[in-house]
């Protein structure tokens, strides 16, 4: 899977150690892309579902066209693409329940998340900084 990033965070000069602590979860998947076009976005879920599924703690954070994922009414993309909500549906199954949008994507789109399917957690400026230290791994798509 080219393309990914995959980030474990550094610890600053005052810390030689990250400090697991404040970590809220093992592991951060970024979804930056809409629904249909590439298959990034669907990569990124079958991701999260296969880290989930090797018990590992899972957030999401919807930013940038990735928020256009989780709107409701989604059809099949053009040539037949399947759509992601049958995936987006699967979360809760497999106990996937830390969903966070980008606030900034979200109000770009004229979007809010009552246009949304899922209940979600606005983060924005720093909140999102202290989501990407909070997770051990990150991994973008």
Not at 40 to 55: H, I, P
Not at 79 to 100: E, N, P
């Amino acid at each position: 899977m080219s393309g990914q990033e995959i980030r474990e965070p550094e610890a600053s000069e005052s810390d030689s150690v990250v400090d697991n602590s404040t970590t809220t979860g093992d592991l951060l998947v970024i979804l930056r892309h809409a629904p249909h076009g590439s298959s990034w976005l669907r990569e990124g879920l079958d991701t999260a579902l296969v880290a989930a599924a090797f018990g590992q703690q899972v957030t999401l954070l919807f930013a940038g066209e990735g928020v256009l994922a989780l709107l409701t009414g989604q059809t099949a993309g053009p040539l037949g693409q399947k759509g992601t909500h049958g995936v987006i549906d699967m979360l809760a199954m497999y106990d996937i329940d830390t969903l966070m949008v980008d606030g900034r994507a979200l109000k770009s789109r004229g979007l809010c998340t009552d246009d949304l399917m899922l209940p979600v957690t606005l983060v924005e400026g720093d909140g999102v900084v202290s989501l990407l230290h909070g997770h051990r791994l990150v991994l973008n798509f």
